[in-house]
């Protein structure tokens, strides 16, 4: 579904990714781990298409179609949605303007309201969008504008992180949904690719694949858990020195 | 007669007097005096172009159910006036100080007439304008209607309105002021004196709908009284020459509350000097100021004034711009004066145009460039106001949503 070839990118002149490589197949969920200022969030906006996020070399195909050249909306139309780490607060623009503009006319307000219920956010929908939201309840918000959005190839950035442990379970559940994990593996057709800094996300979800971000380069691809473990026992330093 | 004589007086002696803020209008530039125009008993048959004026200035002659009363009045004429609703009266200011002696008494008691060369010519020059008033413990179920009507170009409109809501009565007024859509100049000179009693409570929410050719400099004074509210809610979204405003809320009696709400557009040409004062004189006076402008090319200037003189007042002034296109300016200028130790006073003020973040994070969700700024202008406009009935805030966000269109 996603393919990234030889990607670099570039933010404000400053090169941040070099020549990464990685396949996602539709059903399957991906792993990206990386210390703070790796290159993970960059990764996921030139993905995106972040105009901020210059490609200055590579490429990446979405459901074989060249996307480099389609701005951010086209590519959410396309199928390609992303949960942001820090979301802007919009003042006046309420979650409930956010979710209708993410169903675009395709669900009614019962659908709606199911999927706040859902993500325990029915308080919530009258409010000005991230202002004033607690750390879990951002993730929750734009985990139920995904479910809203429905996309084909789901992106998370650090969905974890600032989250208390009771949430972490829920928002387990909303991505497991997501990703359509209630399904077999032969049918599912969503697609995920999760960044993650701590590894508890895999605590709730499982992944196929995961790939350890280094100074903008992938050093290491294999099963997430064991890339977790090393991780703890060792920290990113046995990354560094495995990729040499 | 005596003090009719010496306000007078006053009148004259300010006739040349510049206003504090704005710049100055020509007086001599417009003519003053109007023909007398013919009475309608019914508005309805008004031409069918001067209703749709009025019904861009919130103004509905063809299905009046959803009013408690109408008063209009083109030029300098009052050409029709109703009251459907027992203990609410509706009239002509010249009608109601023939009918009521005591009325003269609250004549330019909220609003000084010698604040300046506008309000002196209100009281020396021709004039009319409404008279609105709930009898004690009357409670509007519908909001009563009074429209200002410039037909004739180049007119200086003379008007000076005085609305009394008595001891516990509820009231809820919607003013539109419009202009026949001839492109003319033309001045609007309105003053307009509330005075609100003891547990009265008065909501106004007005419609500016001028054209580009148009000065306009209303004189608002409000006085309220022990546990009364007054809610102003402003909206001008259309183009105007000048509009220079600055209306004064005095809350004279404990508990008193006042809330003015505004929504400014500045398109390319258009000139507003816009603010809201209050004076909290009273102990556990509160107030709230929120005001909300975009520019597209005009020039916004931005006032807010809280003033805490008695213990246990609050107030908070909100004061937030944007800066559409890179064109115009806004310039927020919020002040707040305190005299006593224990008063709570606060604002916050922000002028910027869209941040581009926030475009995107919408538009990750699908929407177009043009739909994410869109959302977020409709955002921006959507002010929450509490206390106006549902009907009426429905009303007022439609205007809304009508006029932006005209931004984007």
């Keep these: 579904m996603l393919e990234i070839k030889e990607l670099s990118v570039a933010v404000g002149g400053r090169d941040i990714l070099h020549d990464v490589n990685l396949s996602i197949k539709a059903g399957e969920t991906h792993v990206l781990f990386g210390p703070n200022g790796g290159g993970k969030t960059t990764l996921l906006m030139a993905i995106m298409g972040s105009p901020k996020y210059r490609v200055t070399h590579g490429g990446i195909t979405f459901k074989g179609k060249d996307i480099l050249g389609l701005s951010v909306d086209e590519r959410a139309r396309m199928g390609i949605g992303m949960s942001l780490q820090r979301p802007p607060v919009v003042r006046g623009v309420k979650a409930r303007d956010m979710v209708a503009a993410c169903v675009r006319g395709r669900a009614n307000e019962e659908t709606v309201y199911a999927l706040a219920k859902k993500a325990n956010l029915v308080d919530f929908m009258d409010r000005d969008i991230n202002y004033g939201f607690s750390g879990g309840e951002i993730k929750r918000s734009e985990l139920l504008q995904l479910l809203a959005q429905n996309p084909d190839m789901a992106l998370f950035d650090e969905p974890e992180s600032g989250v208390d442990l009771v949430n972490i379970a829920l928002i387990g559940e909303l991505i497991n949904e997501l990703l359509g994990k209630q399904h077999p593996i032969r049918d599912r057709k969503h697609a995920g690719f999760i960044i993650t800094h701590t590894g508890h996300i895999l605590d709730y979800v499982n992944a196929r694949t995961g790939y350890v971000l280094l100074e903008g380069r992938i050093v290491c691809e294999g099963d997430p858990h064991e890339i977790l473990e090393t991780i703890k026992g060792k920290g990113y330093e046995e990354c560094r020195r495995c990729a040499i | 007669m005596k003090a009719e004589k010496a306000r007078r007086e006053r009148a004259r002696a300010a006739s040349s007097k510049l206003a504090a803020f704005g710049e100055d ?36 002659l063809d299905d009046d159910s959803q009013r408690s009363g109408t008063i ?23 009608q109601a100080l023939e009918k009521y002696d005591w009325l003269s008494d609250y004549l330019w008691k909220a609003v000084a007439v010698d604040s300046d060369k506008y309000t002196a010519h209100v009281e020396l020059g021709q004039s009319n304008g ?6 004690p413990g009357s409670r509007t179920v519908n909001p009563v209607q009074a429209c200002l009507y410039l037909a004739r170009s180049n007119l200086a409109q003379h008007v000076h309105n005085t609305l009394i809501a008595e001891e516990g009565s509820a009231l809820h007024i919607i003013p539109g002021c419009t202009t026949a859509p001839t492109g003319e100049p033309g001045l609007h000179l309105g003053v307009s004196e509330f005075y609100i009693k003891r547990g009265a409570q008065v909501s106004f929410t007005m419609i500016h709908n001028w054209t580009p050719e148009i000065a306009v400099r ?3 004074g409000i006085i309220i009284e022990q546990d009364g509210l007054f809610l102003s809610n402003y ?3 259309k183009p105007v020459r000048s509009l ?25 040409g258009s000139n507003m000097d816009v603010g809201s004062r209050v004076i909290l004189g009273a102990k556990g006076a509160r107030t709230e100021i929120v005001s909300r402008a975009i520019t597209t090319g005009g020039d916004i200037i931005a006032r807010g004034y809280i003033e805490g003189n008695a213990p246990e ?12 296109r890179g064109e115009g300016m806004i310039h927020a200028i ?16 922000a002028v910027g145009k869209i941040a581009e973040e926030e475009v995107e994070y919408l538009m990750m969700r699908g929407l177009t460039g043009d739909e994410a700024t869109a959302t977020i202008v409709r955002g921006f406009l959507r002010v929450d106001i509490e206390g106006l009935p549902p009907q009426l805030n429905l009303e007022l966000q439609r205007a809304v949503e009508a006029s932006e269109k005209d931004i984007m």
């Design chain 2, 25 to 60: 209008i020509d007086l001599d530039e417009y003519a003053h005096s109007a023909d007398e125009l013919p009475y309608q008993i019914d508005a309805s048959r008004l031409p069918a172009q001067t209703k749709e004026q009025m019904m861009q200035a919130g103004i509905m």
């Design chain 2, 218 to 220: 209303p004189r608002t």
């Design chain 2, 235 to 237: 909206v001008i979204m």
């Design chain 2, 72 to 94: 209009i009045q083109m030029d300098h004429s009052v050409v029709h006036s109703t009251a459907t609703q027992q203990g609410i009266e509706v009239m002509g200011t010249n």
């Design chain 2, 244 to 268: 220079q405003t600055y209306p004064v809320a005095r809350c004279v009696g404990d508990n008193a509350v006042v809330r003015f709400n505004s929504i400014l557009v500045a398109a390319p």
């Design chain 2, 130 to 135: 409404y008279f609105i008033r709930a009898l």
């Design chain 2, 313 to 324: 007042v609050k107030g908070h002034l909100e004061c937030r711009g944007l800066i559409l």
């Design chain 2, 334 to 349: 919020p002040e707040l004066k305190g005299t006593l130790a224990g008063i709570d006073l606060s604002h916050e003020a």
